[in-house]
Nanobody
Framework: QVQLVESGGGLVQAGGSLRLSCAAS????????MGWYRQAPGKQRELVAT???????NYADSVKGRFTISRDNAKNTVYLQMNSAKPEDTAVYYC????????????????WGPGTQVTVSS
């Protein structure tokens, strides 16, 4: 059974920094995509950033230049470095991994963490 556990959320002042981590545990063959999503109160969940196994990254326009996503394949862990935080970054941040459990698995499956609250005060 695969579990994703996020850490690093909390309260930060506007302009400050925060680093989120998400580690996957369990028997995993490969992780194709790792990513972070967020959901603010009353809004739909939205993409923040993704990183594929080769290292290519993709960011939402709202966080470009401020957030950096990275991954440690040996540890099955993805990070999100949040700099120059803004009050509009306040949300529950969810880790997502698209992975395969077995070598013979043709299609990867999505797994989600339970979420971690990030609050940016003005």
């Amino acid at each position: 059974q695969v579990q994703l556990v996020e850490s690093g959320g909390g309260l930060v002042q506007a302009g400050g920094s925060l680093r989120l981590s998400c580690a996957a545990s369990g028997s995993i063959f490969s992780i194709n995509v790792m990513g972070w999503y967020r959901q603010a109160p009353g809004k739909q969940r939205e993409l923040v950033a993704t990183i594929i196994s080769g290292g290519s990254t993709n960011y939402a326009d709202s966080v470009k230049g401020r957030f950096t996503i990275s991954r440690d394949n040996a540890k099955n862990t993805v990070y999100l470095q949040m700099n120059s935080a803004k009050p509009e970054d306040t949300a529950v941040y969810y880790c997502n991994m698209r992975l395969r459990l077995f070598s013979y698995q043709v299609y990867a499956s999505d797994y989600w963490g339970p979420g971690t609250q990030v609050t940016v005060s003005s």
